[in-house]
């Protein structure tokens, strides 16, 4: 089992940053890769950024290319979202979520490859 706390999310204006932080918890955390995932009311919930487990391979979702960067600590159980240059569409609740992988390169970007997932955090970007 792995439990997760997100944390920093907000209000920001259009061309500011957040950096949202995920809490792990449960399981030895270099074990799991971490992902980056964002809801909005009636819409399915999108993939943004995923990170393996030894932090070397990443992935984004073209439209936060350039302007997002996931990273993780393994010594603090604890995977970041960098988040700049933030516009109205980025308005929406982030989760992350974990999944145990084999091997230290291996990531997923769809949903159901992730079993655990936190509560999730308002992020609102006003125009």
């Known amino acids: 089992q792995v439990q997760l706390v997100e944390s920093g999310g907000g209000l920001v204006q259009a061309g500011g940053s957040l950096r949202l932080s995920c809490a792990a918890s449960g399981r030895t955390f270099s074990s799991v890769a971490m992902v980056w995932f964002r809801q909005v009311p009636g819409k399915e919930r999108d993939f943004v950024a995923a990170?393996?487990?030894?932090?070397?391979?990443?992935d984004y979702t073209n439209s936060v290319k350039g302007r997002f960067t996931i990273s993780r600590d393994n010594a603090k159980n604890t995977v970041y979202l960098q988040m700049n240059s933030l516009k109205p569409e980025d308005t929406a609740v982030y989760y992350c979520a974990a999944a145990i992988t084999a091997h230290w390169g291996q990531l997923y970007i769809a949903a159901y490859e992730y079993p655990y997932w936190g509560q999730g955090t308002q992020v609102t970007v006003s125009s």
């Open positions: 990170i393996s487990r030894s932090g070397g391979n990443t």
